[in-house]
C-alpha cells in the first residue's frame, strides 16, 4: 500500500480545495494529514454533498465490528489501531474517508485517506436458482449504510395508488433512501402515474429522460415484468423484476441500457436532504 503522509498548512475548506486534495492522493492508495484546526464537520459536509451519506467505521477508538474489506477496511490499514474516528464512503471505484487518527507521538489529527475498492463482478445464475437479487445488488454498490426508509408506510401508498407494489423494489426504497445508482439511475420513492393509462407505473428515470417502469398486469405485482419507455416514446419490455433488471444493467456490458460500458466498479449516490 502507497502511503503518503503529509502536514499541511492551514487552509480555507472548499469543494474545490477538497477536489485538489482527493486528486494529490491519488485514484489507489493513500493518505494525509491535515491541519490541525481544519473543521472536520465542514470537511464532512462536503464530502457528504459529493458522495452522501457516510459510514461510521471508527468512533471513539473503537471500530465497527462489522467493518471487513467489503465495507472500507482498507482505509482503516495505515492507521493500524490509532485511528480516533473514521467516516467512510464507497464511491466509483475507490473509498474515501475522513477524520482523526493518533500520530507516532500519540497526537490526535484530523486525516483524509482514499483506498482502492473492489466491487464483487456478476456471477452466472442457473436458470432455477433462487437468487436474493436485493442481496446480490447491495453486494454490486458496496452498500455497507443501514436501511435508510425502513418505516414507509407502504399501506398507505399502495392505497393511494391503488394498488400493492413489489416486493423488491419496497426493499430498494427501505434500504437505498433518496438517490441514484452510479448517480444516474434515479430510484422513485413511490411510482410516479403519469403513464398510468398506458398500462405503466414509473419507479426510476434517468437524465436521458428514459423512464423505467413496470408493465402492471395482473394480481402479482411480484411478476410485473420492468419495461423501459425511452425518450422518443419506444417501449422496450424485460423479461425480469426490479432488482434483478437493475444488476444486469449495472454490470451486464451486453445489456441494451447497461451502465457498466460508463463504469467499472458501481455504487448508490444518497441526495441528502435540502434545507
Not at 4 to 9: D, E, I, K, Q
Not at 102 to 121: F, H, M, N
Not at 215 to 241: H, K, L, M, N, Y
Request: charged share 25%; aromatic share 10%; proline share 7%.
Amino acid at each position: 500500500m502507497s502511503v503518503r503522509p503529509a502536514l499541511l498548512s492551514a487552509m480555507e475548506l472548499t469543494q474545490a480545495n477538497v477536489d485538489d486534495l482527493l486528486a494529490r492522493l491519488g485514484p489507489v492508495n493513500g493518505w494525509m494529514y491535515l491541519p490541525g484546526d481544519v473543521d472536520l464537520q465542514e470537511l464532512t459536509e462536503l464530502l457528504g454533498d459529493r458522495y452522501g451519506a457516510p459510514r461510521a467505521l471508527v468512533l471513539d477508538g473503537v471500530t465497527d465490528p462489522t467493518v471487513d474489506e467489503s465495507r472500507g477496511a482498507a482505509l482503516l490499514v495505515p492507521f493500524e489501531d490509532r485511528a480516533v474516528t473514521v467516516r467512510a464512503w464507497a464511491y466509483g471505484d475507490r473509498w474515501v474517508g475522513t477524520g482523526t487518527a493518533r500520530d507516532a507521538e500519540g497526537i490526535v489529527r484530523p486525516v483524509l485517506v482514499v483506498a482502492r475498492r473492489e466491487v464483487p463482478g456478476p456471477s452466472a445464475v442457473a436458470p432455477d436458482e433462487d437468487v436474493d437479487w436485493m442481496e446480490r445488488l447491495t453486494r454490486i454498490t458496496g452498500w455497507t449504510q443501514p436501511a435508510q426508509r425502513p418505516d414507509v408506510d407502504w399501506a398507505e401508498v399502495e392505497s393511494r395508488l391503488g394498488t400493492a407494489l413489489p416486493s423488491d423494489y419496497k426493499r430498494m426504497v427501505e434500504t437505498f433512501g433518496k438517490g441514484a445508482f452510479d448517480g444516474f439511475l434515479h430510484l422513485n420513492q413511490e411510482p410516479w402515474t403519469d403513464l398510468r393509462e398506458d398500462g405503466l407505473l414509473i419507479w426510476a428515470s434517468t437524465e436521458h429522460e428514459n423512464l423505467y417502469c413496470w408493465r402492471a398486469d395482473g394480481d402479482d405485482p411480484d411478476r410485473w415484468p420492468v419495461g423501459i419507455r425511452s425518450f422518443d416514446g419506444e417501449d422496450v419490455p424485460f423479461d425480469c423484476q426490479t432488482a434483478e433488471f437493475v444488476c444486469r444493467i449495472l454490470t451486464d456490458p451486453h445489456h441494451p441500457f447497461t451502465m457498466a460500458r460508463f463504469f467499472d466498479t458501481h455504487w448508490f449516490m444518497n441526495y441528502r436532504e435540502s434545507g
